[in-house]
């Protein structure tokens, strides 16, 4: 079994070992988690021209018709 060490104890590891803890940007989107923006901003691309495709989402009214 693996438990987590408590907070001192993972402290006490990362001073022994050298190691720092940095915070990191994460954007979401839906249930995904992207640590590019970019990334995440394709996705949503992605998924809208998904919707503005499917003649069955509230979307495809949108879209221009030719």
Same mark, same amino acid.
């Given at each position: /079994?693996?438990?987590?060490? #408590? *907070?001192?104890e993972a402290a006490?590891? /990362? #001073? &022994?070992?050298?190691? #720092?803890? !940095? %915070?990191?940007?994460? +954007? &979401? +989107?839906? $249930?995904? &988690? +992207? $640590?590019?923006? $970019?990334?995440? !901003?394709? %996705?949503? *691309?992605? =998924?809208a021209s998904a919707?503005? =495709? =499917?003649? #069955?989402?509230? +979307? ?7």
């Amino acid at each position: /079994m693996n438990l987590q060490p #408590t *907070e001192h104890e993972a402290a006490d590891l /990362m #001073t &022994r070992h050298g190691i #720092t803890r !940095v %915070q990191a940007v994460q +954007y &979401r +989107y839906k $249930s995904w &988690r +992207y $640590s590019n923006l $970019s990334d995440a !901003v394709a %996705q949503a *691309e992605r =998924d809208a021209s998904a919707q503005l =495709d =499917d003649p #069955t989402s509230a +979307y495809h009214s949108l879209r221009p018709h030719s």
